[in-house]
Nanobody
């Protein structure tokens, strides 16, 4: 079964950092744009950041610009989300998704269905 798997979530204090990873089971991510999305309790899922298949183009939500960085290592078949200066409002379940044909802007805006979703990893920012 083809799937994405997220890891790296946990409990962190405000101002702290976490790095999430998204890896693929049984397929290569090389040809896919990858996005990180999050859903907080009682809120809709939102796009956080997306990266093109080449890694040359990225898109960030205004709320995370300057704090979060997306990157990919195609040799390891993994996409990373480095989260710094975390705030309580960053608390959410974080999901990664893959789509083969899209712009990063359209992907982060969730204009189209994703090809694959992971099951999510919980990030809790609290003192």
């Amino acid at each position: 079964q083809l799937q994405l798997v997220e890891s790296g979530g946990g409990l962190v204090q405000p101002g702290g950092s976490l790095r999430l990873s998204c890896t693929a089971s049984r397929f290569t991510l090389d040809y896919y744009s990858i996005g990180w999305f999050r859903q907080a309790p009682g809120k809709e899922r939102e796009g956080v950041t997306c990266i093109s298949s080449s890694g040359r183009t990225t898109n960030y939500a205004d709320s995370v610009k300057g704090r979060f960085t997306i990157s990919r290592d195609n040799a390891k078949n993994t996409v990373y989300l480095q989260m710094n200066s975390l705030k309580p409002e960053d608390t959410a379940v974080y999901y990664c998704a893959a789509r083969e044909i899209t712009t990063v802007q359209a992907m982060c805006a969730m204009r189209y269905d994703m090809d694959y979703w992971g099951k999510g990893t919980l990030v809790t920012v609290s003192s």
